[in-house]
């Protein structure tokens, strides 16, 4: 700003403001407790927007980002900010949209489509269209707390992609705002529809960088009737990843299959207590979900046992609900035994082909030895989505820079057996530095001609997906989110 002029972006801010407050009366917050539950998500870095604004009806989206565009303010739409990545962190301070109160939802069982606005959580959709004998597979393991919105941004995925694919596959439609407050319609709640260049998959996984959405129409499938799980065990990482692919050409066709590491495993062990498998301690392990109509899940148990024999070491099946159940709880646990490891997880979703899977445990295990700290992975083996963890304490200079060292060297390695470096979580803030890995700078340079031409003030969260951002370099923030279980 030259001498004597006046502070133009002040100025902007303070009417904006006034205009909000009196279009709006009643849903624009301003006190340090909510700003401070805006300013995070679960990657637990912190900036605070100066406003969050509450919307309760679709047409609210649009007068706020008429306003918000008209004068150059910053807007981050946030659903439940479950965001792994800081995607729903205003790092430029500005205005926080809050989805959550947009909770309208309506299942029409004729035509197997579930209308449902962004703030619908994602479970709770689930629980409803399956009254109607219906089934929306994505489940993000946060399905409890995110929003069908925030899924849509984020393209999310989770453990039944593996036979079912992600959010984009179920999306028909899309309603929302451009940037410059106009609505859009991008498809309709119909099986069919190629009218138009498809800015619908343009918006979904942009991560509330090109548009809001309000409203989606996602198609359904008829619920399977039957639901079998089962654990194995091997002696070593390669064995079970050598399973997986083999596997499929045996012609299964899992619903869920999901690998846990023996650094994982070990972890697990160490938390509860308890040996997963009696006198196999330490063994990689594979979690299976089989489902169906009752005579297709009998067939493919069947096949799977027989693939299983002179593999797995040993296995366990869940007779009832209770025990996948429990099985379940074998996943999760490690999650938080991590913890054990050090004080601080840097978490990736990365992918490679199935076939490679194994090389890159082998690497990680190497990266373990290499950086001296621990390299627990788990993941959705069946798709190739490997959850690949280094553990540190914060607090140690030295830790915290071979942890920095490893993750760019494992990022690297991953685009180099032909993968990429984020599967189901986005880029968000933490991932920024790797795009120029990922992609050439002239599919950089045509993202970026996408933004400017949807948002040309660039005012739709900002900082994210393209910049310069190196999470390491930001202290993480004291705070209880509501997914903490430690
Ligand atoms: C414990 C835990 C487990 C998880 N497991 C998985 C998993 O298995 N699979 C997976 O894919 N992810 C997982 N995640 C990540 C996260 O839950 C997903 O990315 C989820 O889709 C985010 O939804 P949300 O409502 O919390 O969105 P937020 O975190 O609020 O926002 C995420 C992004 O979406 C944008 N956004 C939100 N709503 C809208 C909207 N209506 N219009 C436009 N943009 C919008 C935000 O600006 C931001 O960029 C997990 C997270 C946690 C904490």
Redesign the pocket.
Known sequence: MKKNEPNKGAENTLKATRQLTRRLPGRVQSDSVNRLRASV??LRISFLPELVIRVKAADEVGIVLKIAHKYGIAV?????????TG??VPLHGGWVLD?ADLKQLKVDPVTRIVSAQ?GVVTADMQKEVERYGLFFPPD???KK???I???V??N???MRCVKYGVTRDYVLGIE?FFASGESFNLGLPLKKYVSGLNLRDLLIGS??TL???TRIHFKLILKPVKRWTGMFAFRSESAALKSVVGLFKAGLDPSVLEFLDRQSVCCAERYTGKTIFTNQPRSSILLIELDGRDSEVREQKKCLLKYMEGRATAYQIAPNEAQAEKIWQVRRTCSQAMFSLGDTKLNEDVVVPIEKQAELIRYTIALKKEIGLATPTFGHAGDGNLHVHIMYNRASRAESKRAKKGIKQLMKKVVDLGGTITG???V?LAKVHFMPMQHSKTEIASMRAVKDALDPKGIL?PG?IFGDFEVWNHEPTEVTLP?DHR
């Open positions: 998500d679960n981050t739409t946030r659903g439940a900010g479950s965001s792994a995607s729903a989805m962004a993000p393991s946060s707390y995110s929003t919105g925030g899924n941004a984020c999310a995925g989770g929302g991560e509330g548009g809001v959405v189901e979580h986005g968000g969260n994210k997914w």
